[in-house]
């Protein structure tokens, strides 16, 4: 059963009894493992000595840093937006959008390294820009900047978008993509 903790209306109160979460209801499709379908094996992982579990933040959020899903002959790692925080949750370099796009690049580049990877591996970036008009000129040259450095060729496919990120002191937010094999 559901734990109670969060307010609903009540047309959310029968979607959540229509998704078998609340009252009698049957689960609805695609909430059951047990289901008799295989699974792709995946497990979470973290960089804890960089950056911490977002459901250790004092308002926990829910998600994973990172999930590895492991195939047939490839491993994929999907690396959930990471930004400037350190190991205790904490914003680093208010105020400074360079430094906290570099410390983004750092926390990513310390979770890749987690499971065996490198940003060769990185496929797909999503960049996620607080103000995209004041701040896309300092991104992309920064970017520029730390991928000719690692020698990223070719680059990872990448978009950039202007979004409203969890805290109003982070700039900066990316996701990130990667494919190795699964020889490593």
């Known amino acids: 059963m559901l734990e109670r903790h969060v307010s609903l209306s009540?047309?959310?109160?029968?979607?959540?009894?229509?998704?078998?979460?609340?009252?009698?209801?049957?689960?609805?499709p695609g909430l059951d493992p047990a289901s008799g379908r295989r699974q792709i094996p995946k497990r979470a992982f973290s960089a804890p000595e960089v950056l911490n579990e977002a459901y250790d933040y004092a308002k926990p959020s829910s998600f994973s840093r990172?999930?590895?899903?492991?195939?047939?002959?490839?491993?994929?790692?999907?690396?959930?937006?990471?930004?400037?925080?350190?190991?205790?949750?904490?914003?680093?370099?208010?105020?400074?959008?360079?430094?906290?796009?570099?410390?983004?690049?750092?926390?990513?580049?310390?979770?890749?390294?987690?499971?065996?990877?490198?940003?060769?591996?990185?496929i797909r970036t999503t960049c996620y820009l607080r103000d995209i008009d004041r701040d896309y000129d300092d991104f992309n040259e920064v970017r520029t900047m730390f991928m000719n450095a690692v020698g990223l060729v070719p680059l990872p496919a990448s978009?950039?978008?202007?979004?409203?990120?969890?805290?109003?002191?982070?700039?900066?937010?990316?996701?990130?993509?990667?494919?190795?094999?699964?020889?490593r």
């Open 66 to 122: 990172g999930m590895r899903v492991d195939l047939p002959g490839a491993t994929m790692l999907f690396l959930s937006g990471t930004a400037s925080v350190d190991e205790n949750g904490e914003t680093l370099h208010h105020g400074d959008f360079k430094a906290q796009c570099l410390r983004t690049f750092h926390n990513l580049a310390r979770l890749l390294a987690a499971e065996g990877a490198s940003w060769h591996d990185v």
């Open 159 to 183: 978009t950039g978008i202007e979004a409203r990120l969890c805290r109003s002191d982070l700039l900066i937010e990316i996701e990130a993509v990667a494919i190795l094999p699964c020889d």
């Open 10 to 28: 009540p047309a959310a109160e029968r979607e959540l009894e229509a998704l078998g979460l609340r009252g009698a209801g049957v689960k609805a």
